[in-house]
Each structure stands twice: as C-alpha cells, then as structure tokens.
C-alpha cells in the first residue's frame, strides 16, 4: 500500500539569503522520470508537490527489508546562477520534506558558466 509524501523547496540567493523568484525546478524519480516542474514566488518557495511514498508501517518495523522513503532528484536552475542538482532525496510518509537551493550568481564564479553543482543525500540509518 502507498502513502503520500510531500516535496517542498527554498531558492534565495546563496550568500545574502535573498528569496529567488522564477527558478525552474523539476522533481525526477529515479528512473529519470518527470514528477513535477514549477517555478518559485516571489519568496523562492514552491508549493508542495504530493508523491507516492511507501507506508507508513514499512518504517515501523526494524530489519523488515522494506525501505520507508522513496528518493527522487531535484534540478533547480535560473539564468545567472549555478544550476543545483540534489540527488536522493528522501521523502517520508505523511511528511514534507524541504531542500534549500543556495543559488551562486555566476557573477561570483567567471570560470563555472556552465557548470551545475550536485549534492547527494547519503541513505538513512534506519
């Protein structure tokens, strides 16, 4: 059985923490597959985006096999800034789950134009 939980991100200028209106960000599944796609406010925050988790119980049990988060990739990019990609991201059950996206002004990086910094989300100890 599925649950569902919830995806939320935060795009502000990296040092000044000056909220990004107008990034684009797209969820993936891990297969490489489309979720969502939306752009930020003017507080640099998208809405939520619900997705399919596993239930609740496969995380109430220890040593059951069952992992009780389903990962997925977010890509966050404006023009002038340093694209992010954060890699296995872990969403819970009947939780949300917030990425910050500290965006670099490519101003601030003359040799990184094209470059897109990613992170990876080590799993959890569970």
């Known amino acids: 059985m599925q649950s569902t939980g919830y995806i939320q991100a935060r795009a502000y200028e990296s040092y000044a923490q000056i909220p990004l209106q107008g990034v684009a960000v797209s969820i993936t599944a891990d297969d490489g597959t489309a979720i969502a796609m939306r752009l930020t406010d003017r507080s640099g925050l998208i809405q939520p985006i619900p997705l399919p988790v596993p239930d609740i119980a496969a995380g109430q049990t220890p040593n059951t096999g069952q992992t009780p988060f389903a990962t997925v990739t977010l890509h966050a990019q404006l023009p002038g800034y340093e694209q992010i990609t954060a890699r296995d991201i872990q969403v819970f059950p009947d939780t949300t789950t917030y990425q910050e996206l500290a965006m670099i002004p490519l101003s601030e990086l003359p040799d990184s ?14």
């Open 113 to 126: 134009r094209n470059k897109t910094e990613t992170f990876d989300t080590p799993p959890q100890n569970l």
